[in-house]
């Protein structure tokens, strides 16, 4: 056991002794429900901290106190009165800074302090991963549109101009000519709390992800996968995954080495790792890198693929506890998000229809019902629902959301209906 999960194991026997180990879980929104759910399941205390709003996990806490999830100050404050024994998140960025805040202080096991600043931050993560001879798409600072124009020349078209302190594709454009360029500069600074964006050479390559696990010293686990993406107004976003990624052995060789050359150049240790990952034949770039677990069905997926709780390792993990991440055999799945392409009001829902995707042990979820609005899918939190099935063709997936989409009806149609016009 290492020294910061023995120290966590102290902590919770002494200072932490209670009848219940409370674990602290930072947001409340769709992608921490399970991870609610799970520490419940665990018989664990459930301290959620979120904003106020119409947020599932709140109603599923044992105990919610509203404050923003970027207030680390006031969580550092609230987790010593409570006297918590971990903290966690799930699907979100914005909560990390928090988490190693928490957890440098009162030597809990999670993510360090100076790591969880530069994921975080990406102009901090980019100069990291540059200093740390990680293979990354060049880049530049930018304080003001003049510097853009003149960033985007030296970069060369297409460019990315993105907001540095966004998540879930927010305030990040891809501009392929000089007129495109003002649109994704103003986009970035309508998002962004800094005075500067930053403007990415934009490669050419096939996009997946990498999900993994990073204990003290190494890579605990490590899941390469293919990642379906959406395109709208220049924004790109993830709507879907599958597991297995099939490559070359050397290819493995190299997404692995990139990413130790990451978590080493980031200063990474004892948190899950969410990157976006770009490869051409057997090259590779590491685009963004993230200190927590991926959202859009990836930790279900996980769970799928390898027979184990994704959650509930997060969670031991959290609590200082030991976790094994071997896996018996491997099952192929995919899993991709339910949005629209336009906004409405949900006016009908077949029930049916969704039960007989269930009972072929396909797991559909629906996050609003009859008389909620939704919007047109802008950034990756606009879904609607996910489908999640065990299967290795897409063909299969497609008819499994199709079904979905029909199910659920609007003013002028159905989602499918919708989908094709």
Not at 11 to 31: H, Q, T
Not at 48 to 67: H, M, T
Not at 194 to 210: C, M, N, S
Not at 325 to 352: R, V, Y
């Amino acid at each position: 056991m290492t020294e910061s999960r023995k120290l966590a194991n102290q902590l919770n026997g002494s200072y932490f002794e209670m009848s219940k180990k409370r674990l602290m879980i930072l947001g409340a929104g769709i992608y921490q429900v399970p991870l609610i759910k799970k520490a419940k399941e665990m018989g664990l205390e459930t301290l959620v901290v979120s904003i106020k709003g119409n947020y599932p996990g709140i109603a599923l806490a044992d105990s919610f106190y509203e404050i923003d999830t970027r207030d680390y100050e006031k969580i550092l404050e609230t987790a010593k009165r409570e006297k918590i024994s971990g903290i966690c998140t799930s699907g979100t960025d914005v909560a990390v800074r928090a988490i190693g805040f928490v957890c440098d202080n009162l030597g809990l096991c999670g993510i360090p302090r100076e790591a969880a600043w530069k994921v975080t931050d990406k102009l901090l993560m980019k100069e990291a991963l540059k200093a740390g001879g990680v293979s990354t798409a060049d880049f530049r600072k930018v304080a003001s549109y003049e510097e853009c124009v003149e960033s985007a020349n030296a970069l060369g078209f297409p460019v990315m101009v993105k907001a540095v302190d966004s998540s879930g594709s927010r305030g990040i454009h891809r501009a392929d000519r000089m007129e495109e360029l003002e649109y994704a500069w103003q986009e970035a600074k309508k998002v962004t709390k800094k005075p500067y964006v930053l403007v990415e050479e934009f490669i050419e390559a096939d996009e997946i992800g990498v999900d993994a696990f990073i204990g003290e010293e190494k890579i605990e686990a490590f899941f390469p996968h293919e990642k379906f993406t959406y395109t709208v107004n220049g924004t790109t976003m993830p709507i879907g995954h599958k597991f297995p990624y099939h490559a070359s052995k050397k290819l493995m060789e190299n997404l692995k080495h990139q990413i130790e050359l990451a978590i080493k150049a980031l200063g990474m240790k004892n948190c899950p790792l969410n990157a976006d990952v770009f490869v051409r034949g057997e090259q590779v770039w590491l685009i963004e890198v993230g200190g927590r677990t991926g959202a859009t069905c990836i930790p279900e997926l996980i769970s799928i693929y390898t027979g184990y709780d994704w959650y509930e390792k997060i969670i031991s993990y959290a609590l200082g506890e030991e976790a094994e991440f071997q896996s018996e055999e491997t099952h192929p799945c995919m899993g991709a998000l339910l949005f629209s392409n336009q906004d409405g009001i949900i006016e009908k829902i077949e029930m049916d229809k969704l039960k007989s995707l269930v009972q072929k042990g396909i797991e559909v979820q629906l996050d609003y019902q009859v008389g909620d609005k939704i919007e047109a899918m802008k950034n990756g939190t606009d879904r609607i629902g996910q489908v999640i099935m065990r299967t290795e063709s897409e063909a299969e997936l497609e008819e499994a959301l199709s079904h979905a989409r029909e199910a659920v009806w609007l003013s002028k149609g159905n989602l499918e209906e919708r989908w094709k016009n």
